[in-house]
């Protein structure tokens, strides 16, 4: 019996909630520096490739050949920016989450497995470990209306709860503050969200998200259960 999620829908035009964990459920960020490389790996995805600077870099007799031999390796680098959007993210100390679109029907594989190897490959070169790191597989589920979109948007931007400390704003890396308006990474799109506030009931997404009413926590998890990372 597969563990929940593994097995995908792949539909172009789709929204999904990808997330995975680390082996043994063991931490995959310890430290401040490994959750800036992943999130630098998601804004270099995601990001236009300025293809015309990296091949004069990587031509120029003056730059270092570390610095030229940089500007190659981001040529040879998959990009996503035509084929992915980040609607939301949240990094947890053993696990992460994304919410996202593909335009066609695969994007989100090879983005995916693109962005856990890299990770991996640099979480073993700097901890001189081999082997896996994640726990299987990437899990993904589609979302199948705009109220499971926003539930489980909800719910990512939530989970820096599950750690018991009393402030939501600032305790984890997350989209949240993107869709507050107190950021702008351009490689996160909150507006398929956002677009629908003001027909949900809340006068904003903050409060959406931060209500701690428990008819609320209901509906959501009959919503998305489906949808959330195991157990």
């Known amino acids: 019996m597969p563990a929940r999620n593994v097995i995908k829908s792949y539909v172009a035009q789709g929204y999904y909630h990808v997330y995975n964990r680390g082996l043994n459920k063991a931490d995959i960020f310890l430290d401040e520096q490994d959750y800036g490389v992943f999130l630098s790996y998601l804004k270099t995805y995601l990001l ?6 990296f091949r004069k870099k990587a031509m120029d007799l003056t730059v270092s050949w570390k610095d030229r031999a940089q500007a190659q390796r981001l040529l ?8 992915i959007d980040l609607i939301a993210y949240c990094l947890m100390p ?7 679109r593909q335009e066609g ?6 983005f995916v497995q693109s962005l856990m190897t890299r990770y991996t490959a640099y979480g073993n070169r700097r ?15 589609i979302m199948e209306s705009d109220e499971q979109l926003l539930y489980v948007s909800r719910y990512i931007h939530r989970n820096p709860l599950s750690l018991k400390r009393l402030n939501l704003l600032g305790l984890q890396p997350s989209s949240y503050e993107d869709f507050l308006g107190l950021v702008k990474q351009e490689w996160v799109k909150p ?17 959406f998200v931060e209500s701690n ?19």
């Open 76 to 83: 040879r680098l998959n990009n996503f920016h035509d084929t």
């Open 127 to 141: 901890y001189k470990r081999f082997g896996p790191l994640f726990q299987g597989t990437y899990k993904a589920v």
């Open 191 to 207: 507006s398929a969200v956002l677009a629908h506030f003001g027909t949900q009931g809340f006068t904003s997404y903050q409060s």
């Open 94 to 100: 053993n696990h992460f989450h994304l919410l996202l």
């Open 48 to 53: 236009p490739k300025d293809v015309a600077g």
């Open 213 to 231: 009413d428990d008819g609320l926590e209901e509906v959501m998890l009959s919503r998305i259960r489906h949808a959330m990372i195991d157990d």
């Open 105 to 110: 029907e695969r994007e989100m594989e090879s």
